[in-house]
Structure formats: C-alpha cells, structure tokens
C-alpha cells in the first residue's frame, strides 16, 4: 500500500459495544437492525410522528419516539438522539447513511458522551465534508481534480469565477452530498438565480448554504470506490461501483464491476482512493467518488459513510460491509488482504421510488396498499416499504439487487424482476426502470450522467412504456368485474337471477372510469359462464375464473391472467407483469358540478411545504412567471403560471404544510 506525509485527523480508540441505536429511518435502518441482529447485538429504533407503525421500529428490540414529523424536529435532533441512547442504554450509536452520517459534530457529541461513534473519526468527516477542503487534500496527493474555484464563495466572487472558469459550470454544496444544493448554470444571466436557489436548498438539506463553483464536463461516467479501513493503519479498496445513470443528480441504477473500467484504470483509481484514505487515517466504510471523462479521470469527494448502493459491492466481493462497519468501530482489524479480494460476476442495483415519471417524477405520498418483491435465483430486496409514504422524507422506497454471473445475464434477471415488483397504493418508477434496463443504450453501456436527461428532452418516448387502448380496455374490465366480484362475493344472491342482482339476463350494466386523465364507459352483461364486455367499440368475452379479496383471474378472448389488486375509495390499482402497474378511478353516476370559483386557480398536486412566495395580490405575472417555490420529499418545485394574468389571490404562507388539492392561488387571466 502507498504511504502518505499528509495525515489529517487521528484515529478514534474503538470499544466493544452491546446496544446500537440507529439513528436513522426506513430502508436504511432495516439494513442496519438487520446486520446487527445477525452479529448479535442488542438494537434501538428511533421514529417521528410520521414512522409510528414503519417496518424499522417493529424491527428493533426497543424504539424511541423523538419527535414531529420534520427531520429538525426528529431525525436530525442531535440532543433528542443522545436522550433516546441514554434512556435504552445503548452504547453505541449507527448513524446509517443519510441525515446525520456525514456530521462531525453529531459524531464528536456522540464519543463525548463516552459512546462509540460507528463511522469514522469526527476530524475526517470534517475535513472530507467540505467539498473544497477535500479537493485540496486531493491535489496535495497527486490525485487529480476538476477545474473549479475553491475560494470566498459570496455571491460577487461566485460570478467571476464563473468568468473565469466558463460556461457551463456546475454550482455545489460545499457541504453534504445527493445532489442537494447543485445547479448546473448554462448562462451568465442564470447565475444569480441558481446561486439563491442553491444556497436555499443546501441550506435546508445540511445547515450550511456554502457553495462553490466547478467546471461542467457534460459527458462523464461516475465511478466511486469503496474503502474500509481499521483502527490500527490498515487500508483497502474494495473495487468499484458504476454510478452513471442519474436523474437531478440523483443515481437510478449502480452495478459493479463498471463496464467503463479498464484494469489498469482500475488499478490506478483503486491506488488513488487509497492514498486519499491513508491521508485520513480513515477507519471505517467510506466511498471515494471520481468521475472519467475520455478515459482520464477527477477527484469528486468522499462520502464517510456507507453508501445506498453498497450491495452491489457486497454481491461481487461476498463481503458484508455492515459487519464490516460494526467489526471496524469495535476496534477488530482488517483480515482482508487486498491481493485476495476479487470481483466475481456482475450486480446492478436500481432504487424503487415514489414518483410519478408522467408528472416529471413528481414525488408522491399516500398509504401503501400491497407490496409483493419479486422472488428468484439472485435478487435481494433492501426495504423500509410501510404502510404509509410520508412526504417528509426521500422519495425512496427500496432497492432491487440482481446478481448473475455475467452482466447480460444480470440485465436479463433486473428486467424481469422488476416486471414481477408489485407497488400498489402510490405512483412509482417501476415502469421507467423496466424501459430504462432494456433500452440498447444500457445494454450496450454507452451511457453518461446527463444521458437519461438528454433522453428525456430527445425522445421520451424511448423511455416510457406507452400503454396500447387494448391494453387500457384489459385494465378498465378489470376494475369493472373485480367491483363486481366482490359484490357479489358480499350479498345474498337471489336463485334464478343470472346476473345475481340484475332481474334481466339480457340487461346490461354500465360503469364510467378514468385512466390517466381520460374517461371510459364499459357495459357488460353475463351470458351464462361469460360476461359480454364492451368498451368503446370493441368487445370482449370474459371468463372469471377466480376472485379473492386482493387477485382477480379472468380469461379474456382466450388469454388468461391473473392480476393483483387492491382499492382505496374510488381507486382501482392492479398489476400483472405483462400490463404493468395502473390505477383506475371509479366515476360516480351523477358527478357534481365543478365549481366555478375555482376557475384561474392552483392547487397542490401534492402535500408539500410553502418555500417562499413570489408573487402578490393585484400583480400582473406573464405565462411562465414563477409563483411560488414548494418543497415535498427533499424535492424543490417551482410552481410557474399557465398563462399570463393578474393575482387575485394568495391563499398560503411561507412555512405552511399543505395537503394535495389545497388551493395556493388565483390568477384572472382575463385581466393579464
């Protein structure tokens, strides 16, 4: 292993511990009370108002309610932590890999309070999270960097560096990571206006609204490399993740080993990661980040934690790295040799969100109705799926791994297990991750960061799976004859009525729906074992052969299906792998008249937090003029004007939560 002249920080003493606390929530807790649990430690869970009844708190020995629903008010509530830790006796504290894991002084109040920190020493995380502290510890090791500016980062000078450096650039925080706080700026007009924006954002997601600025490269591959290191000076990589294909600056897919890597690049950034390491005294899991841009690669920063896409890593190498991480803070060494470790077949992982890709995946809330992981040869789960998708926190939900012996095997396996995920109850990405691991160019890895983006504005059709009408008639016949079912499952049917509540054989029923923003009538009658559907002008002959409280099985001109499904008030959501996931709305037979007052007003497309209000009664606004800055699941929206008009009304403040449907505003159009 390379030695280094530029130590850091110094290690922390480890101790043995018995009791963990993991102050963290959904998935990520799960995967942590899980590694516990199997290294025989003791657990407590802690939650807020909104995780009550969340897959993590019954998962732990002990749970510790610590506060409101927002993340200030619980999860990132140092002082309510330390309480809950010394109420259960726990001696030991889990960050998990969001929130509070990359905070140094959540770190040093933890061992103050003579509790072992599981993580790395306070003075690491420290010096690594701040993104331009850590480019210069990088350049002192020859590793390098992307062209940026590192100096005062107030507004004025922000705007000549970007003179200097040049446009494109790319706006970062200098704290945290996820994206959060991160603008790509095109022009020198746009500046201003990312720069308040970014602040804000970093701001709300880390305390600490610093930025700074870095030249954008607009085709680059994101490759990081996992590290772990021991308390007594020994320090290894753990080879590499692909982390290529993001949204927003947020990863969609991972796998490893990189197609993108060549073994000498291998060998050469694997080298780097360490050196960065070694200069750390770093003790722990961690991930160093680079990006490779025509094959020549940078320095981006080091996440000390554990990262979201670790399983990958763990399904190529057979290493456990939460036991890792527990074995490390008990002070144990490494007993893994880095001329041992190999990369054996290929993993990919993609995260399963709450999001609707329709709606520029907008985040979505609401109650979970059904959640059925595909089963197989090779695919893992990692979920904090409940019963409830708060929209205070990240849209994630959970990740699905697949492992094969070789990638076009595992691409294979990826695409068919998320053909069998059943998410029922809220909007999900499901669909997107089915076109997006078929699509030639994931196939064919000849993809960058910006390429599912760049997609997206070229031809989105590529990327979304377009229901056919036959494939819309199928859903709608479902949500029809599964109502009936379990009608009639319901009443005392009547001997002699073939409909079982209709005293006509030949009448026809009829019902009205909605699927995605469009209306349909079906009628239907039974004839004997079959039920005659129509729907628009085509006709169907429909068997049922079989109806549960949660599945429907029919056979529909011939082609039988079972489908899963489940009902929130006038909503029918139904899956099977060869349609897809779609929900279908029920419309009353005498709908009530739509409400003129609402003409020129807008409303929440969903629970969110008022940001900031930009406009104001009896101001004139043009078509596109932004309104006001929401923000739901960590996700900032500006809502912008449909057409030119006059502001009537304001109807929030800044601070105020609202709920889906809720009026915000109203705008005379005639008036503009």
Known sequence: MTQTSHPVSEPVIYKAFKKVLVANRGEIAVRILKACRERGLATVAVYSDADR??????????????????????????????????????????????????????????????????????KAIEEMGSKTRARALAESLGVPVIPGWQGVTDDTSLAEAAEQIGYPLLLKAVAGGGGRGMRRVERAEDLQAAITSARREAEQAFGDGSIYLEKYLPKVRHIEFQILGDAHGQLIHVFERECSLQRRYQKIIEESPSPSLTPELREQMGEAAVRLGQALNY?????????????????????????????????????????????????????????????????????????????DFMPCSGEILAWQPAEGLGIRYDSGVGPHVPVDYDSMLAKLIVSADSRP??????????????????????????????????????????????????????????????????????????????????????????????????????????????????????EGQYFSVQVEDTHYRV????????????????????????????????????LGTHSVESLPRFPEREDESTHGGYTATMPAK?????????????????????????????????????????????????EAGTSLLVINSEQG
């Open 409 to 526: 095997e595992a691409i294979q396996r990826l695409h068919r297990a998320l053909l069998h995920t059943v998410l029922l109850g809220t909007r999900s990405n499901l669909g997107f991750l089915q076109s997006l691991v078929a699509h030639p160019v994931f196939v064919s890895a000849d993809f960058h960061t910006r390429w599912i983006e760049a997609q997206l504005e070229a031809n989105p059709d590529e990327l979304f799976s377009p229901i056919s009408p036959l494939q819309r008639h199928e859903a709608i016949t479902v949500a029809a004859l599964y109502a009936w079912s379990q009608r009639d499952q319901q009443r005392v049917r009547w001997a002699g009525l073939p409909s079982g509540w209709r005293n006509s054989a030949f009448a026809s029923q009829q019902s009205s729906f909605r699927m995605d923003g469009q209306s349909y009538t079906l009628s239907y009658r039974a």
């Open 53 to 122: 009844d969340a897959p993590h708190v019954q998962m732990a020995d002990e749970a510790v309610h610590i506060g409101a629903a927002a993340s200030r008010e619980s999860y990132l509530n140092m002082a309510v932590l330390l309480q809950a830790a010394a109420r259960t006796g726990a001696d030991a504290i889990h960050p998990g890999y969001g929130f509070l894991a990359e905070n140094a002084g959540f770190a040093a109040r933890v061992i103050e309070a003579g509790l072992v920190w599981i993580g790395p020493s306070p």
């Open 543 to 578: 068997l049922l052969l079989n109806a549960t409280h949660n599945s429907l099985s029919l056979e529909i001109d011939g082609l039988c299906r079972t489908y899963t499904l489940a009902v929130s008030g006038l909503t029918t959501w139904l899956h099977h792998p060869s």
């Open 283 to 359: 003790c722990g899991a961690g991930t160093v980040e680079f990006v490779l841009a025509d094959h020549e690669f940078y320095f981006l920063e080091v996440n000390t934690r554990l990262q979201v896409e670790h399983p990958v890593t763990e399904q190529v190498t057979g290493l456990d790295l939460a036991h890792w991480q527990l074995r490390l803070a008990a002070g144990e060494p490494l007993t893994l040799a880095q001329s041992e470790l190999k990369q054996q077949g290929h993993a990919i992982e993609c995260r399963i969100c709450a999001e609707d890709p329709a709606q």
């Open 610 to 658: 008022i940001l900031q209000i930009l406009v104001e009664p009896g101001q004139s606004v043009s078509e596109g003029a932004a309104l006001l800055v929401m923000e739901s699941m960590k996700m900032e929206t500006t809502l912008c004007a449909a057409e030119a008009g006059l502001v009537e009304q304001v109807l929030v403040n800044p601070g105020e939560v609202v």
